[in-house]
């Protein structure tokens, strides 16, 4: 679904990735670890057409995406949810739902994708009129992916779902994830800062140092080899 052939991009004249490739196969759940600074987020954004494509290229279902816009990616199927929990914050419950349809120019089609996204979420049903900024963190990490899915995309990029969410909301926030993945089909890279328990969901692990790729298979293989796990954040 997803390739990255030998992809070099970076900030102004700053260089951040140095021939990163990585392949993602349809329904998926890819964990992309890595010390700060490691070049995990600039691939995302890189996928998604936030960053250029210095060199090389980035395929998604056939079709290459270096001159891609964000919006283009989002009717494709692509969608990108980044970290901090962003979402319109003085809006309700309902109208960041519309906003995640806004490309969807029929508006039976935009209520189907809503609902089909509430049906994930059940509390968000509750909050409809509630305006998102008085959500809880976890409240807004489900409205953040329900926003997602009102396009029913077939590749999610996640970027620290997890961030800023007690250990309980952290477990339930994957459950979510793997909850995606396993009833809708959806294909997941995620970038995640909590290696031990994104570990237990994905099916298979990329590690970045400085802008490269160090290893890529098994989160189980990975976790046999202590040294190995530890020189990921050496």
Known sequence: MLEVTSLVTGYGNK???????????PGEIVAL????GAGKSTLLKAVFGLLPVWERQVVF????LNSS????LL????????????????????????????????KQKRN???????????????????????????????????????????LLLLDEPSLGLSPSLVTEAFGRIQQLN?????????VEQKVREVLKICHRVCCLKLGKVTY???????????????QVFL
């Open 33 to 36: 670890i890595g010390h700060n």
């Open 112 to 154: 189907e994708g809503i609902d089909r996204a509430l049906s994930m979420f059940p509390v968000l049903k509750e909050r409809l009129r509630q305006r998102a900024g008085t959500l809880s963190g976890g409240e807004k990490q489900m409205l953040a992916l329900a926003n997602a899915l009102v396009l029913s995309p077939r």
């Open 75 to 106: 009717r494709a199927g692509l969608a990108y949810i980044p970290q901090g929990n962003r979402v319109f914050t003085d809006l309700t419950v309902r109208e960041n739902l519309e906003v995640g349809g806004v490309t969807l120019s029929d």
């Open 216 to 230: 890529i298979g098994s989160p189980d293989e990975l976790e046999s080899d202590p040294n190995r796990l530890r």
């Open 15 to 25: 260089q951040v990735l140095n021939g990163v490739s990585l392949d993602i196969a």
């Open 182 to 190: 396993h009833d809708n089909g959806v294909t997941i890279l995620i």
């Open 61 to 64: 279902d056939g079709k290459p």
């Open 69 to 72: 816009k964000p919006r283009d």
